[in-house]
Nanobody, 119 residues
């Protein structure tokens, strides 16, 4: 069974920084794309940042220049460094990984971690 476990959320003042971490564990053969999504109250879940197995990245326009996604393939982990945080970044952040496990390729999600930015 595959699990994605996130950590690093919390409460921070506007202009501050947080670093989110997500580690995948279980019967994993390989991981392709990994990413971070977020969902604010009353809004749809949206892609924040994504990274391929080769290290290519993409970002939502709203976070470009402030957030940085990275991954450690040896640890099956993905990270999100969030700087210059704004109140509108407040949301539950979810880790996502497209991976091959037990001959099945599918998308897995973490349980989510709350990020709250106060003004």
């Amino acid at each position: 069974q595959v699990q994605l476990v996130e950590s690093g959320g919390g409460l921070v003042q506007a202009g501050g920084s947080l670093r989110l971490s997500c580690a995948a564990s279980g019967s994993i053969f390989s991981i392709n794309d990994m990413g971070w999504y977020r969902q604010a109250p009353g809004k749809q879940r949206e892609l924040v940042a994504g990274i391929t197995s080769g290290g290519s990245t993409n970002y939502a326009d709203s976070v470009k220049g402030r957030f940085t996604i990275s991954r450690d393939n040896a640890k099956n982990a993905v990270y999100l460094q969030m700087n210059s945080l704004k109140p509108e970044d407040t949301a539950v952040y979810y880790c996502n990984a497209d991976l091959l496990s037990r001959s099945r390729f599918r998308s897995y999600w973490g349980q989510g971690t709350q990020v709250t930015v106060s003004s």
